[in-house]
Nanobody, 125 residues
Framework: QVQLVESGGGLVQPGASLRLSCVVS????????WGWFRQAPGKEREFVAA????????YYTDAVKGRFTISRDNAKNTVWLQMNSLKVEDTAVYFC??????????????????WGQGTQVTVSP
């Protein structure tokens, strides 16, 4: 059984940093694209960042470029999302996801088959 377990969320002030972790069990990271999505209250879930299985290329939504960094450690079966310079508008539940996304689906939910339960990130003055 495949499980994705996120951790690292919390309540922080604007400008702070957090590092989210996603520990994967039941399959290895290699051969899959791994991403982070988020869902703010009253809004649809949206793409945040991804790292493709082939070549390790990374993708980011414009709102987080330069502030967030996605990375993966195949040996630890873990995916991270380093979030710096957090803003109030980053407040959301963050979800880790994995799948055999093709290029056209890397930034959409359709590219991912496996999802974690989410971790809450709240940025408040």
């Amino acid at each position: 059984q495949v499980q994705l377990v996120e951790s690292g969320g919390g309540l922080v002030q604007p400008g702070a940093s957090l590092r989210l972790s996603c520990v994967v069990s039941g399959l290895t990271l290699s051969g899959y694209t791994w991403g982070w999505f988020r869902q703010a209250p009253g809004k649809e879930r949206e793409f945040v960042a991804a790292v493709r299985w082939s070549g390790g290329r990374t993708y980011y939504t414009d709102a987080v470029k330069g502030r967030f960094t996605i990375s993966r450690d195949n040996a630890k079966n873990t995916v991270w999302l380093q979030m710096n310079s957090l803003k109030v508008e980053d407040t959301a539940v963050y979800f880790c996801a994995g799948g055999r996304a093709i290029l056209s689906t890397t930034q959409t939910e359709n590219g991912y088959s496996y999802w974690g339960q989410g971790t809450q990130v709240t940025v408040s003055p």
